[in-house]
């Protein structure tokens, strides 16, 4: 079809449908269920499906398992590093232990006693060396043995001043932050583990699996599709000559196909723009083919079926 052909359809046509919309006293549109999609934490194959299409769940119902067995694994290691954290940690705050102090203290004092005995052998050459009985060799190796026998002496007494000092600050702060890390590890890896259990955030019924057992969905995936006890609905499309005398709150009648009775509703919610503008300018003829899409809930406490059409009629509405 041509363009030409096209815009004298379009001009013969659109008036015709504007008439047929001005006739029109109510919305049509279908019942609907709110939908739950249900994604996947975890990478890892599923192993358990616990409901089936159809099913109805309540809400902390286990849904779907899946593999937990590389999560559990890196769970039990952390544990392990948060233990040993712990351990340090408790080891800085708590500060040297008693025995460590009287340990070093006897390393002083046998350092110490080591150098008086090198420093009266030292001065016992250097007398005999004085008298030309010793060799100067002798009392080289000598000076040396008392150089180190000093070093040692500082060196233990330096370990134990800082003994005696107790844990630094920094290196408490140090284990403590340690500790804080591998806790949270622990805590991060506990939920992964907890989330390779998928279980029911609302009442309702299972909509859709798009996965089976031994399939592994991607990290994010739409694993399940539930329909929501919370709320029925219709949402519908109102024609503009009756936008203008519907507000929220107001009454609604829903009828659907083989039930001879209607049903209670009320306005919930109506959009402020419309579903469709026309390209041409709005007179009082085409703005008739303006719709403005609506959720009205089902007051009645009726079980509806989801996704069958519906008409709903707004009495005491403005309509014409």
Same mark, same amino acid.
Not at 39 to 62: F, K, M, R, T, Y
Not at 171 to 189: C, I
Not at 196 to 220: A, D, K, N, W
């Given at each position: ?150 070093? #040692? ?43 390779? #259990? ?67 509703? #009320? ?54």
């Amino acid at each position: 079809m041509n363009t030409r052909v096209l815009l004298l359809w379009m001009l013969v046509c659109i008036p015709m449908s504007g008439c047929d919309r001005d006739q029109l006293d109510y919305a049509v549109g279908t019942i609907e269920r709110y939908r739950i999609d249900i994604a996947a934490d975890s990478a890892e194959p599923v192993v358990a499906l616990h409901v089936s299409e159809g099913d109805p769940v309540v809400v902390g119902q286990l849904l779907l398992e899946q593999d937990a067995a590389k999560v559990r694994a890196a769970l039990e290691q952390a544990q392990a590093e948060e233990a040993v954290a712990h351990a340090r940690l408790q080891e800085a705050e708590a500060g040297p232990r008693a025995q460590e102090i009287d340990q070093a203290r006897a390393q002083l004092a046998s350092a110490e006693a080591a150098l008086v005995t090198s420093e009266h052998e030292l001065k016992r050459q250097q007398s005999l060396l004085s008298r030309k009985y010793g060799s100067e060799s002798q009392v080289n190796v000598l000076q040396g043995q008392v150089d180190e026998a000093q070093g #040692r002496v500082e060196e233990v007494r330096a370990r134990l001043a800082e003994l005696l000092e107790g844990t630094r600050s920094e290196q408490v702060d140090q284990a403590r932050a340690a500790y804080t890390a591998s806790r949270a590890t622990v805590s991060t890896l506990a939920l992964d583990l907890e989330r390779t #259990r998928v279980s029911s955030p609302v009442s309702g019924v299972v909509e859709s699996l798009p996965f089976r057992v031994g399939e592994r969905p991607v990290r994010g995936q739409t694993v399940m599709v539930l329909l929501s006890d919370e709320r029925t609905f219709a949402r519908v499309h109102i024609p503009e000559p009756l936008r203008m005398g519907l507000m929220p709150g107001d009454r609604a009648l829903l009828r659907l196909d083989g039930h001879a009775e209607d049903y209670q509703g #009320r306005i919930r919610w109506i959009s402020s723009d419309a579903a469709f503008t026309p390209y041409y300018a709005l007179t009082q003829q085409d703005r008739s083919r303006l719709a403005y899409l609506a959720e009205i809930d089902v007051v009645d406490d009726v079980e509806l079926p989801n996704g069958v059409p519906v008409e709903v009629r707004f009495p005491g509405s403005d309509s014409p």
